[in-house]
């Protein structure tokens, strides 16, 4: 059983958030976790002016993804920062580029589940993973969320991410890193990805 999980990250926080899911994802007997990383599509140029080229070596290492590889999974699981409300527009192109799969059916019956950062508490978590689920849908994969058997979804002492659509984090300034709250929910998604990909599969 292959968990694919698939990420966008420019200052580490959904790298972060995409550890917490694999680590969720491995607990699940039978579970090969594999991450990967959407290519760039900023100049370094660019990028080093935003104080992003820093941040990215920590996960350089981890293999660009092909399209090719998605009909090789299980499960996909899918991260991006959210940009206005929507998907950041590396991960759009990648999704653009899935045509022939959308033709195929290669991804049909296939589980899918998103996860986000933003910037800010009410930066658009929700609007992001809800239209992250349309060309999901239009490949006829199953969508996972994350439930409310989460107990990290109802707490209202801290500011945290989390929805019952996917997990997320909130960056802020950029100095912020995922909470524990928010990590747990990654975990648990993960595990839970991976627990109803198995019964899918067996």
């Known amino acids: 059983m292959k968990i ?22 491995s607990e ?23 104080g992003a080229l820093e941040a990215q070596k920590e996960f350089s290492h981890i293999p660009l993804c092909t399209v090719d590889e998605l009909p090789e999974a299980d499960a996909i699981i899918f991260g991006t920062p959210t940009r206005f ?23 049909v019956g296939k589980v899918g589940s998103v996860f986000t950062s933003t910037g800010t ?3 658009g978590q929700e609007s992001t ?5 349309i060309p ?8 996972v969320g994350l439930p409310y058997t989460l107990k990290g979804l109802m707490g209202a002492d801290e500011v945290s ?14 100095s912020r890193q995922p909470s524990e709250n928010e990590l ?17 599969a067996g």
């Not at 747990?184 to 899918?200: K, L, S």
Request: hydrophobic residues 45%; neutral net charge.
């Open 85 to 107: 409300g929507i998907m950041c527009g590396q991960m759009k192109q990648f999704l653009d580029a899935t045509g022939k799969h959308w033709m195929s059916g290669a991804l």
């Open 4 to 25: 694919l999980i698939v990420f966008y990250s420019m200052y580490g926080h959904i790298h972060k958030m995409a550890e917490a899911l694999a680590e969720g994802a």
């Open 28 to 50: 699940v007997k039978d579970a090969e976790v594999i991450m990967r990383r959407v290519p760039e599509t900023l100049a370094e140029d660019i990028l080093a002016r935003m």
């Open 161 to 174: 991410g989390c929805t019952p659509f996917g997990a997320s984090t909130i960056a802020g300034d950029g």
């Open 121 to 123: 508490q009410h930066g």
């Open 184 to 200: 747990a929910g990654a975990r648990f998604q993960g595990r839970h990805v991976a627990e109803i990909t198995a019964r899918i």
């Open 136 to 143: 999901l849908m239009s490949h006829g994969m199953i969508l």
């Open 129 to 133: 993973i809800l239209s992250f689920h």
